[in-house]
């Protein structure tokens, strides 16, 4: 068995190296713990050896179920472990997302892994040092207020010579101790490594080619694998011709079923069947037409409806209003657009299986593989190894499902890679999403009554979405839908006194649905900053100082500010009508706070408008920040700036497109994103609080480009975009139907 | 069998003339800097330089290369002695998920090589305009071909 560490020594001198060791038994791994107990590491959540183990040489491993998707947790969650237990950071090695040997703290999602996961581990260090100190004590016979610690040796303050390491105190021995959630943090001024922009150890491997991703993992004796899926999403294999194949060296069908793939020694030769197969598959028609995407989404059935906020009576203010609105906003399909698709190897003998897979949810993929393996989950273990970024469930498990169960039906060690138009064809996406808002202002313009409602798909949230390899291959599983949280955020950031937010969840959704990204979060912010932004335009007020009439919030309030601020916000109302040329400037904003419960952010998008061929670029976009405490303000700033370079692409280009059997967009010429020429320029102030709580980062900024570049675009020539991406044959219908004001 | 220059060393490989290059680089050569994207030359991934020129690995045919110098990633440099483009994306931390950055090295490298004055922020954005990027680096990317150019001495 192969353990895959991240050493961060070496990292840290540049090397970049993946440190890989064998041993030959499961419970017989190469960490100190387990050869010294006998016993398998824990994992549990609530022990300390879960995540820490101090070992003889003075380094210390740390183990996260968190993995760096490309977004720097690969050096923030040690930092916050180095803060925490006064040790050099340079001393901590890392394992990520290997099922065997780190707790299970959730999938990579939803901007957690420092608020939930790197809370985690600096409590399980708290604990760990809250026990050293107390050993020390007894050690050096002094109490705890004369003790200091320094880069994992505890001292007498006034006798420095008067000294014991952790090494000598707990080196290669377990804890055997409970995470204490009260053992007492570092004061935050205390903090010398925590709020540095320490730069990432993957880097330098990554520019040079020494890093090892997933599509660079080999197994000895492996296969490479090519899937074929079918030219229609629900169609079944009728018949395989094989001999279609013969000349090409060492190819051969692997068949379950619907299942199909070909096999071969040589990645080439796989490639090359893959594409030289003959099979013939039953004919399906059952997607709905594209034309009629958001009627069909208005006719499906609803599940259910969940409401979001209630309070007041919004239908009676709004009846009773001096003016009143409604609009309606869509959101199209997207797809994740990894740059390198999917790829796992996978290892099946009997009732084990090793497997090796960029997923953001090892410990999940575990019971996925365990259905489709119909094995119990005990045997199989996940390692992660970094992939193209992913920025959600994108074809990483799914990829890893079909790698397992071709191992399985050839006996061999498999490697799959997917090839472009699996991963843009079969990925599973962001569902459409329509919001309908309407609101009543009084006669002065002020928000009386808010009411929304929103149509998206039912979500089973602790449930994974159906594999293809599972559907294919006719292996039972359950038929969960789960598109994220994206009912959050639904209820505006701001506290209006009569108000209501209802999301009905639809019983089914065109495409097999998975979160991408800000799922909901996103298209729910959008609608909401989009529509404020109408109200203050009828109100004809400025859209910062209308925002600012409901705002209450002092966190809120100041990143509002801060944003305005920085884009030198020129306070009067929108639509500006001084301009004319084809080239129309405007500036549009949007704040939020994420879930309405942490990270808080605005922004301003300045655009320029071509009328005549309506083509919008946005060429600048500012972002405030404030997610609490920031643990490393480098990796928040790539953060931010790929998120919203990512969403401005979104928000501007991506559709994803479909006939009524299968997807349509299968690469980057048909699903087009933002190229170079076409990215703003992001500047950002990052507003840091070191002494709360630190919150997520991967995704709360993308909430704003959608709503910010809606409004500059209203801002610039007075026209209201409703509907994402705003392509330029929109915004040419969009002025014929508004009248294009100059 | 075919006999292939690259970073320097001659190399036997026996693979079938219509392979891309791509493919017996990773998978007979074992080097992981140019990787699978597209496989049909949109995005840049695969990229090396063949006789200085920025190439497309993909969809370029092994029986096609002849006596043409291969220079990939690795062949530029090392983490410990980077090659000044390299150097530069390191110092501007010009990665996130890092899959498209050999694309944007050997770009970056093949654009730079060329001229001999520093180019203007439109020039590098015209460069690399037909390289995809997912994860949004774009800002720190044209951060690094600016320092890569001053690293280089281009003059203004
Ligand atoms: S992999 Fe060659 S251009 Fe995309
Ligand atoms: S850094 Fe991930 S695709 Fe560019």
Redesign the pocket.
């Known amino acids: 068995m192969a353990t895959i560490e991240t050493t961060r020594r070496e990292f840290l001198i540049g090397t970049g190296a993946l440190v890989v060791t064998f041993s030959l038994t499961p419970g017989r791994e190469p960490h100190a713990l387990a050869q010294t107990t006998g016993k398998a590491k824990p994992v549990a959540l609530d022990q300390v050896d879960s995540f820490l183990a101090v070992h003889k040489d003075g380094t210390v491993t740390m183990y996260t179920g968190k993995v760096d998707l490309?977004t720097g947790t690969r050096i923030a969650l040690p930092q916050m472990v180095a803060e925490e237990l006064d040790i050099a950071l340079d001393k901590i090695k890392l394992v990520e997302g290997d099922t065997a040997l780190t707790p299970d703290q959730g999938p990579t999602w939803g901007s957690l892994s420092i608020q939930i996961g790197g809370v985690q581990l600096r409590q399980a260090a708290a604990t760990a040092r809250q026990m050293l100190v107390q050993m020390a004590v007894q050690k050096l016979g002094m109490p705890s207020a004369d003790l200091a610690i320094k880069d994992g040796v505890i001292f007498v303050r006034a006798e420095p010579h008067r000294r014991v390491s952790y090494v000598e105190l707990i080196g290669d021995r377990s804890f055997d101790l409970k995470v204490d959630k009260d053992a007492p943090l570092k004061n935050p001024k205390d903090h010398t490594v925590v709020g540095q922009p320490v730069p990432r150890p993957d880097v330098p491997g990554k520019v040079t080619g020494t890093h090892t991703y997933m599509q660079d993992f080999r197994v000895p004796g492996m296969l490479h694998a090519r899937v074929i899926r079918p030219p229609a999403i629900g169609a079944t294999l009728e018949t395989v011709d094989e001999s279609s194949i013969k000349g090409i060296k060492g190819a051969r069908v692997v068949r379950q079923q619907s299942f199909l793939a070909v096999v071969a020694e040589s990645e080439w030769a796989a490639v090359k069947a893959a594409r030289q197969l003959k099979a013939t598959w039953s004919k399906w028609e059952g997607l709905p037409e594209m034309s009629k995407l958001w009627e069909h989404v208005r006719s499906t059935k609803v599940a259910k409806d969940d409401v979001a906020v209630d309070r007041g009576d919004p239908k009676k203010a709004i009846a009773g209003a001096a003016k009143t609105l409604k609009a309606t906003y869509d959101f199209a399909i997207h797809t994740h657009g990894s740059?390198g698709p999917a790829c796992a190897v996978a290892d099946v003998k009997g009732d084990t299986a090793e497997i090796w897979s960029p997923s953001q949810a090892s410990h999940w993929l575990r019971r996925e593989v365990a259905v489709v393996l119909q094995m119990d989950a005990k045997g199989i273990r996940i390692r992660y190894l970094d992939g193209?970024?992913c920025y959600g469930r994108n074809g990483h498990e799914d990829a890893t499902c079909d790698a397992a169960l071709i191992s399985k039906l050839t006996g061999k060690p498999v490697r799959v890679q997917w090839m472009r138009e699996d991963e843009h064809g079969w990925d599973p996406k962001g569902p459409p999403t329509l919001v309908e808002i309407s609101a009543g202002l009084d006669a002065q313009g002020n928000i009386v009554g808010w009411d929304s409602e929103l149509w998206v798909p039912q979500a089973d949230i602790t449930e994974w979405p159906r594999t293809l390899a599972a559907t294919f291959a006719g292996i039972p599983q359950k038929e969960a839908i789960n598109p994220g949280n994206i009912h959050r955020n639904l209820d505006p950031s701001y506290p209006f006194a009569n108000q209501k937010a209802v999301a009905h969840r639809l019983e089914s959704t065109p495409l097999r649905p998975s979160w991408i990204r800000t799922p909901g979060r996103m298209q729910n912010t959008y609608a909401n900053e989009v529509f404020i932004d109408e109200c203050a335009a009828v109100a004809g007020v400025d859209p910062v100082e209308y925002r600012l009439r409901y705002l209450t919030d002092p966190r809120g309030i100041a990143v509002l500010r801060a944003a305005a601020n920085m884009a030198k916000w020129e306070t009067r109302p929108s639509a500006r009508r001084d301009q004319s040329g084809p080239i129309a400037r405007g500036r549009g904003f949007a704040y939020v706070k994420y879930e309405n419960a942490r990270t808080y952010c605005a922004g301003v998008a300045e655009v320029e408008v071509n009328r005549q061929t309506g083509a919008i670029r946005c060429t600048r976009f500012y972002v405030a920040h404030d997610c609490g405490q920031i643990i490393n303000p480098d990796g928040v700033r790539a953060q931010i700036e790929g998120q919203v370079i990512q969403t401005v692409s979104r928000t501007l280009k991506e559709e994803l497109k479909w006939n009524r059997s299968r997807v349509t967009s299968v690469d980057w010429a048909s699903y087009p994103i933002l190229r170079f020429p076409e990215v703003p320029e992001v500047i950002m102030e990052l507003i840091n609080r070191p002494n709360d709580p630190p919150w997520g980062v991967g995704e709360p900024a993308a909430c704003l480009p959608p709503p910010a570049i809606s409004n500059a675009v209203f801002d610039a020539i007075g026209v209201r975009l409703r509907s994402v991406p705003f392509t330029p044959a929109k915004v040419v219908a969009a002025t014929k139907t508004t009248g294009a004001r100059a | 069998m075919a006999t292939l220059n690259v970073n320097g060393k001659p190399h036997q490989v026996d693979v079938e003339p219509d392979t891309p290059l791509l493919y017996v680089l990773r998978d007979n050569l074992g080097l992981h800097g140019p990787k699978f994207g597209c496989g049909l030359a949109q995005c840049g991934s695969c990229s090396v330089l063949i006789d200085g020129k920025a190439v497309r690995s993909c969809t370029y045919a092994v029986g096609k290369v002849g006596p043409g110098k291969i220079v990939t990633l690795e062949g530029l440099g090392t983490p410990q002695k980077p090659h000044p483009v390299q150097q530069a994306f390191i110092e501007e931390q010009a990665?996130?998920?890092?899959?498209?950055?050999n694309g944007m090295v050997i770009q970056t490298t093949a654009f730079l090589a060329a001229r001999q004055s520093n180019p203007s922020e439109r020039e590098i954005r015209q460069a690399l305009q037909n390289n995809l990027?997912?994860?949004g680096?774009h800002q720190r990317i044209i951060a690094a071909v600016k320092r890569a150019a001053a690293l280089m001495g281009k003059g203004a």
């Open positions: 490309g740059m193209a970024g | 990665a996130q998920c890092g899959y498209c950055i990027c997912r994860c680096t």
